[in-house]
């Protein structure tokens, strides 16, 4: 029989069913905004083409790192499910097929923690270790906590143990650490707000000045003075937008 093993790298964002499609249509709208404030020209669409696709990969970035915070609550559940199946008297591979049925009715067949579990089960059946198959999960998902618990397992597996004791305080250590970080996100989100505010409010203040005073940046369009002061206004938007992303970005990872 031929068992079918793949297996998905989460640094890799695959795209679920017309999400690729949202991102790509909000990419257009981003360099159709910039072409329209800045140029008011369909001729700078293929020249601000680059920043579409910019916009493009860091969705597709974001919704990685979103996909394995949602992968790493949903392992400390599964832990948690495999414990109890091995203090039942489960072995610990049988113990993490088992768990995928809790897991399936806790989040659904299409969750990524059912979708890992049933490559571990496809794995068990064509005789890869469970502890290979940790590793390899642990690899793929990029989550810390994921790494440490397959490193723990592993020792535990060749040292002997407790092992349903080991893998519950585990799952107790990964709990807290991914409740500190949650609670850290959210003293963030109202920096991550700002910083939204901050990027729409330029648009907001010429969207203001065009109604209230019509013709008023006419001067700054179609003459090569007017364009090269906009290229330089844009240069220094993009500039600060990306300086507050990095920002945002390094107290998030320090998380």
């Keep these: 029989m031929k068992i079918n093993l793949k297996r998905q790298d989460c640094h890799e964002y695959r795209w679920k069913k017309r999400e ?25 669409v293929p020249a601000l083409s680059p920043i579409g696709v910019f916009c493009y990969r860091s969705i597709r970035r974001k919704n990685a ?15 948690l499910a495999a414990a109890t199946s091995l203090q039942a008297g489960y072995s610990a591979e049988n113990a993490f097929v088992e768990c995928g049925k809790d897991m399936k009715l806790m989040y659904g067949d299409a969750s990524p ?6 490559i571990i089960r496809r794995g068990l059946q064509i005789n890869i270790t469970l502890e290979e198959l940790l590793q390899d999960f ?14 723990i397992f592993s020792l535990a597996k060749r040292n002997g143990g407790n ?34 505010i901050m990027k729409a409010m330029p648009f907001g ?6 109604f209230g005073n019509p013709g008023y940046f006419d001067m700054l369009y179609h003459n090569l003075t007017g364009a090269a002061m906009m290229t ?15 920002v945002l970005e390094k107290m998030m990872a320090e998380v």
């Design 205 to 210: 203040i010429l969207t203001y000045i065009s």
């Design 232 to 246: 330089g206004c844009l240069a220094a938007y993009l500039a600060a937008c990306m300086l507050g992303e990095r």
């Design 20 to 44: 690729g499609l949202a991102a790509v249509l909000l990419s257009v709208a981003v360099v159709g905004l910039f072409s329209f404030f800045f140029y008011r020209s369909l001729w700078a």
């Design 138 to 151: 642990a690899r793929r998902s990029g989550c810390e906590e994921i790494n440490q618990f397959a490193q």
């Design 65 to 79: 790192e979103r996909y394995r915070e949602e992968l790493t609550v949903q392992f400390r559940e599964c832990i």
């Design 113 to 118: 923690i059912c979708r890992e579990l049933g």
């Design 163 to 196: 092992m349903a004791a080991i893998i519950r305080s585990s799952a107790a250590l990964i709990g807290k650490q991914i409740e500190l970080r949650q609670e850290l996100r959210t003293l963030l989100s109202g920096k991550k707000m700002e910083l939204n």
